[in-house]
């Protein structure tokens, strides 16, 4: 699978902003927007050799990475981008993923879909993304 | 099967047994967190061969009750 992007939970979004474009050189491709189905501000930046970050401020402790942040935030997921979706999901819950945020749109990448799984293994989260004009 | 749900549950959560019933929530559980509870939700799939669907897993983050709800009628039906 191909990686998207990496999200990263920050708790205050102009300031994570700040740090990845004016520190890290990062270019801001999107910016700040909010998401009202994960109840989060988000922005998408890029690095100088094209990888994408989201970055996440929880609005508040009903935001899904809320209980993140409050652990100190950072990398939260890697997003994959996938051609057959619906395959992609049933072969990872086959091998040890847990979906549990099924597809909705994001508003961030354009209102494409994006769906939430689990990693059993490593207790880590994996979001994946359709791909572009499928 | 009441107590072998709560022996795992705690085991995972990291609470007291005695301290688990029907009214613990995220919201009175400290260490019952987002995270967590996906945990929880591995464990479960894991130890009871149930598999939990998305919408189940956000009815189960509201109370034990509804938590124990789900696994019990997963294992009546399994």
């Known amino acids: 699978m191909k990686i998207h992007h990496i999200g990263y939970v920050v708790s205050d979004i102009e300031q994570g902003i700040e740090l990845f474009r004016d520190t890290y050189g990062y270019k801001l491709l999107k910016e700040r927007t909010y998401d009202p189905v994960q109840r989060v501000w988000l922005a998408l930046l890029s690095s100088e050799n094209n990888y994408l970050v989201e970055l996440i401020q929880p609005c508040d402790e009903t935001s899904p990475s809320f209980d993140f942040m409050q652990k100190g935030g950072g990398m939260h997921h890697f997003c994959y981008e996938v051609s057959d979706f619906e395959e992609t999901i049933k072969n990872m819950k086959k091998k040890d993923h847990i979906l549990f945020k099924r597809p909705v749109e994001a508003v961030l990448l354009d209102n494409r879909k994006v769906a939430f799984l689990f990693s059993k293994k490593d207790r880590k989260i994996i979001e994946l993304v359709v791909r572009t004009g499928e | ?78």
């Not at chain 2, 072998?4 to 009214?23: A, H, Q, R, S, W």
């Not at chain 2, 009815?59 to 789900?70: E, L, R």
């Open chain 2, 1 to 78: 099967m009441d107590k072998k749900i709560k022996e795992l549950f705690v085991t995972v959560i990291g609470i007291k047994i005695d301290d688990l019933n029907d009214e613990n929530s995220p919201k009175n559980t400290k260490s019952w967190d987002s995270l967590n509870h996906l945990v929880l939700i591995a464990a479960f799939e894991d130890a009871f061969e149930i598999d939990i669907e998305p919408e189940e897993i956000a009815f189960m983050f509201k109370s034990f009750s509804n938590f124990k709800s789900v696994v019990e009628r997963k294992l009546i039906n399994r």
